[in-house]
T-cell receptor
Framework: AQSVTQPDIHITVSEGASLELRCNYS??????LFWYVQSPGQGLQLLLKYFSGDTLVQGIKGFEAEFKRSQSSFNLRKPSVHWSDAAEYFC??????????????FGAGTRLAVHP | KAGVTQTPRYLIKTRGQQVTLSCSPI?????VSWYQQTPGQGLQFLFEYFSETQRNKGNFPGRFSGRQFSNSRSEMNVSTLELGDSALYLCASSTEGAGETQYFGPGTRLLVL
Protein backbone atom coordinates (compact mmCIF):
# COMPACT_ATOMS: atom_id res chain seq x y z
CA ALA A 1 0.00 0.00 0.00
CA GLN A 2 1.12 3.52 -0.67
CA SER A 3 2.27 5.53 2.32
CA VAL A 4 4.27 8.59 3.24
CA THR A 5 6.34 8.99 6.40
CA GLN A 6 7.56 12.25 7.82
CA PRO A 7 9.68 11.20 10.79
CA ASP A 8 9.90 14.62 12.41
CA ILE A 9 6.70 15.98 13.96
CA HIS A 10 8.27 19.22 15.18
CA ILE A 11 11.46 20.97 14.14
CA THR A 12 12.85 24.20 15.54
CA VAL A 13 15.58 26.13 13.76
CA SER A 14 17.11 29.55 14.17
CA GLU A 15 16.48 32.18 11.56
CA GLY A 16 19.21 32.03 8.93
CA ALA A 17 20.02 28.40 9.62
CA SER A 18 19.66 25.69 7.01
CA LEU A 19 16.69 23.34 6.99
CA GLU A 20 16.04 19.78 5.89
CA LEU A 21 12.66 18.11 6.30
CA ARG A 22 12.58 14.39 5.73
CA CYS A 23 10.08 12.43 3.72
CA ASN A 24 10.02 8.73 2.88
CA TYR A 25 7.44 7.13 0.66
CA SER A 26 6.24 3.68 -0.23
CA UNK A 27 4.86 3.30 -3.74
CA UNK A 28 5.12 0.53 -6.31
CA UNK A 29 5.79 2.61 -9.40
CA UNK A 30 7.56 5.88 -10.09
CA UNK A 31 5.73 8.28 -7.84
CA UNK A 32 4.51 11.77 -8.28
CA LEU A 33 5.84 13.61 -5.25
CA PHE A 34 4.81 16.92 -3.76
CA TRP A 35 5.62 19.24 -0.89
CA TYR A 36 2.90 21.53 0.39
CA VAL A 37 2.98 24.16 3.12
CA GLN A 38 0.11 25.17 5.37
CA SER A 39 -0.05 28.28 7.51
CA PRO A 40 -2.44 28.27 10.49
CA GLY A 41 -6.08 28.29 9.40
CA GLN A 42 -5.16 28.20 5.74
CA GLY A 43 -5.28 25.74 2.88
CA LEU A 44 -2.29 24.02 1.34
CA GLN A 45 0.14 25.84 -0.92
CA LEU A 46 2.28 23.90 -3.35
CA LEU A 47 6.00 24.38 -2.80
CA LEU A 48 7.32 22.01 -5.45
CA LYS A 49 6.69 18.75 -7.25
CA TYR A 50 8.56 15.89 -8.85
CA PHE A 51 7.17 13.95 -11.78
CA SER A 52 10.25 12.76 -13.66
CA GLY A 53 13.59 13.94 -14.96
CA ASP A 54 16.05 15.92 -12.88
CA THR A 55 15.98 14.56 -9.35
CA LEU A 56 16.72 17.95 -7.80
CA VAL A 57 13.69 20.18 -8.11
CA GLN A 58 13.41 23.84 -7.31
CA GLY A 59 10.33 25.36 -5.80
CA ILE A 60 8.97 28.62 -4.56
CA LYS A 61 10.30 30.61 -1.60
CA GLY A 62 13.83 29.25 -2.08
CA PHE A 63 12.95 25.63 -1.33
CA GLU A 64 14.34 22.63 -3.17
CA ALA A 65 13.89 18.89 -2.84
CA GLU A 66 15.85 15.88 -3.99
CA PHE A 67 14.28 12.63 -5.14
CA LYS A 68 16.36 9.58 -4.23
CA ARG A 69 14.82 6.42 -5.60
CA SER A 70 17.29 4.12 -3.83
CA GLN A 71 16.28 5.59 -0.47
CA SER A 72 12.60 6.17 -1.31
CA SER A 73 13.08 9.69 -0.07
CA PHE A 74 12.10 13.18 -1.13
CA ASN A 75 13.64 15.54 1.40
CA LEU A 76 12.90 19.25 1.40
CA ARG A 77 15.73 21.73 1.94
CA LYS A 78 16.28 25.43 2.31
CA PRO A 79 19.72 26.98 2.80
CA SER A 80 18.60 29.88 5.00
CA VAL A 81 15.30 29.91 6.88
CA HIS A 82 13.25 33.07 7.35
CA TRP A 83 10.84 33.68 10.23
CA SER A 84 7.98 33.64 7.71
CA ASP A 85 8.76 29.98 6.93
CA ALA A 86 7.22 28.91 10.23
CA ALA A 87 4.32 26.68 9.18
CA GLU A 88 3.40 23.03 8.74
CA TYR A 89 4.91 21.14 5.85
CA PHE A 90 3.35 18.13 4.18
CA CYS A 91 4.92 15.64 1.85
CA UNK A 92 2.54 13.79 -0.44
CA UNK A 93 2.60 11.10 -3.07
CA UNK A 94 0.13 11.22 -5.92
CA UNK A 95 -1.35 7.84 -6.68
CA UNK A 96 -2.10 7.80 -10.40
CA UNK A 97 -3.89 4.93 -12.03
CA UNK A 98 -4.61 3.90 -15.57
CA UNK A 99 -8.15 5.03 -15.08
CA UNK A 100 -6.85 8.54 -14.89
CA UNK A 101 -7.95 9.42 -11.44
CA UNK A 102 -5.60 10.40 -8.72
CA UNK A 103 -5.49 11.06 -5.04
CA UNK A 104 -2.85 12.45 -2.73
CA UNK A 105 -1.56 10.43 0.17
CA PHE A 106 -0.11 12.73 2.77
CA GLY A 107 2.42 12.34 5.49
CA ALA A 108 1.53 13.43 9.00
CA GLY A 109 3.28 16.76 8.53
CA THR A 110 6.23 18.51 10.13
CA ARG A 111 5.59 21.65 12.13
CA LEU A 112 8.43 24.12 11.74
CA ALA A 113 9.16 26.78 14.33
CA VAL A 114 11.73 29.49 13.64
CA HIS A 115 13.59 31.22 16.45
CA PRO A 116 14.72 34.81 15.85
CA LYS B 1 -6.75 33.08 -12.69
CA ALA B 2 -8.73 32.99 -9.54
CA GLY B 3 -7.85 30.18 -7.17
CA VAL B 4 -10.03 27.50 -5.68
CA THR B 5 -12.80 28.96 -3.59
CA GLN B 6 -14.75 27.25 -0.84
CA THR B 7 -17.90 28.35 0.93
CA PRO B 8 -18.67 28.77 3.67
CA ARG B 9 -15.35 29.25 5.43
CA TYR B 10 -16.70 28.43 8.86
CA LEU B 11 -19.68 26.42 9.97
CA ILE B 12 -21.12 25.33 13.29
CA LYS B 13 -23.64 22.50 13.39
CA THR B 14 -25.08 20.19 16.00
CA ARG B 15 -25.02 16.42 16.07
CA GLY B 16 -27.57 14.79 13.80
CA GLN B 17 -27.79 17.70 11.39
CA GLN B 18 -26.55 17.62 7.84
CA VAL B 19 -24.24 20.03 6.06
CA THR B 20 -23.35 20.94 2.49
CA LEU B 21 -20.02 22.44 1.53
CA SER B 22 -19.27 24.04 -1.80
CA CYS B 23 -16.15 24.24 -3.92
CA SER B 24 -15.47 26.21 -7.09
CA PRO B 25 -12.37 24.97 -8.93
CA ILE B 26 -9.86 26.98 -10.90
CA UNK B 27 -11.27 27.88 -14.29
CA UNK B 28 -10.59 25.08 -16.77
CA UNK B 29 -10.00 22.45 -14.09
CA UNK B 30 -12.30 19.46 -14.38
CA UNK B 31 -11.08 17.32 -11.50
CA VAL B 32 -12.15 18.16 -7.96
CA SER B 33 -10.97 16.26 -4.91
CA TRP B 34 -12.03 16.57 -1.29
CA TYR B 35 -9.92 15.95 1.80
CA GLN B 36 -10.63 15.94 5.50
CA GLN B 37 -8.02 17.27 7.90
CA THR B 38 -8.14 16.52 11.61
CA PRO B 39 -5.45 16.67 14.31
CA GLY B 40 -5.76 12.96 14.97
CA GLN B 41 -6.01 11.51 11.47
CA GLY B 42 -4.22 14.15 9.45
CA LEU B 43 -5.15 14.70 5.81
CA GLN B 44 -7.37 12.00 4.39
CA PHE B 45 -8.78 11.65 0.90
CA LEU B 46 -12.57 11.67 0.70
CA PHE B 47 -13.39 11.45 -3.01
CA GLU B 48 -12.59 12.78 -6.45
CA TYR B 49 -14.92 13.92 -9.20
CA PHE B 50 -14.19 14.36 -12.87
CA SER B 51 -16.73 15.43 -15.46
CA GLU B 52 -19.58 14.94 -12.99
CA THR B 53 -18.53 11.36 -12.18
CA GLN B 54 -17.06 10.10 -8.95
CA ARG B 55 -13.87 8.31 -9.95
CA ASN B 56 -12.30 7.52 -6.63
CA LYS B 57 -13.50 7.28 -3.07
CA GLY B 58 -11.66 7.12 0.21
CA ASN B 59 -12.47 5.04 3.24
CA PHE B 60 -15.31 7.08 4.71
CA PRO B 61 -18.84 6.05 5.67
CA GLY B 62 -21.76 6.58 3.34
CA ARG B 63 -22.79 9.66 5.31
CA PHE B 64 -20.18 11.47 3.25
CA SER B 65 -21.27 12.10 -0.31
CA GLY B 66 -20.59 14.55 -3.05
CA ARG B 67 -21.45 15.61 -6.53
CA GLN B 68 -20.09 17.68 -9.34
CA PHE B 69 -21.98 19.95 -11.67
CA SER B 70 -21.50 20.55 -15.37
CA ASN B 71 -19.50 23.71 -14.64
CA SER B 72 -17.12 21.57 -12.51
CA ARG B 73 -18.26 23.13 -9.24
CA SER B 74 -18.58 20.51 -6.55
CA GLU B 75 -20.45 20.04 -3.34
CA MET B 76 -19.96 17.60 -0.54
CA ASN B 77 -22.61 16.62 1.93
CA VAL B 78 -22.34 15.07 5.34
CA SER B 79 -25.53 13.69 6.84
CA THR B 80 -26.25 12.81 10.46
CA LEU B 81 -23.28 14.74 11.74
CA GLU B 82 -21.15 13.29 14.51
CA LEU B 83 -18.75 15.07 16.83
CA GLY B 84 -15.86 13.37 15.04
CA ASP B 85 -16.80 15.08 11.78
CA SER B 86 -15.38 18.33 13.15
CA ALA B 87 -12.54 19.07 10.79
CA LEU B 88 -11.12 21.29 8.11
CA TYR B 89 -12.52 20.19 4.75
CA LEU B 90 -10.25 20.99 1.86
CA CYS B 91 -11.13 21.01 -1.79
CA ALA B 92 -8.51 20.73 -4.52
CA SER B 93 -8.75 21.06 -8.27
CA SER B 94 -6.56 19.92 -11.12
CA THR B 95 -6.73 19.58 -14.89
CA GLU B 96 -7.11 16.07 -16.32
CA GLY B 97 -6.34 14.34 -13.06
CA ALA B 98 -3.80 11.55 -13.31
CA GLY B 99 -0.73 12.84 -11.54
CA GLU B 100 -1.51 16.47 -12.19
CA THR B 101 -0.86 19.04 -9.50
CA GLN B 102 -3.77 19.63 -7.16
CA TYR B 103 -4.38 23.20 -6.08
CA PHE B 104 -6.11 23.66 -2.76
CA GLY B 105 -8.72 26.06 -1.54
CA PRO B 106 -8.66 27.69 1.91
CA GLY B 107 -10.95 25.06 3.38
CA THR B 108 -14.18 25.02 5.32
CA ARG B 109 -13.83 24.69 9.09
CA LEU B 110 -16.71 22.60 10.41
CA LEU B 111 -17.42 22.39 14.11
CA VAL B 112 -19.99 19.88 15.30
CA LEU B 113 -21.41 20.46 18.78
Amino acid sequence: AQSVTQPDIHITVSEGASLELRCNYSYGATPYLFWYVQSPGQGLQLLLKYFSGDTLVQGIKGFEAEFKRSQSSFNLRKPSVHWSDAAEYFCAVGAAFSGGYNKLIFGAGTRLAVHP
Amino acid sequence: KAGVTQTPRYLIKTRGQQVTLSCSPISGHRSVSWYQQTPGQGLQFLFEYFSETQRNKGNFPGRFSGRQFSNSRSEMNVSTLELGDSALYLCASSTEGAGETQYFGPGTRLLVL
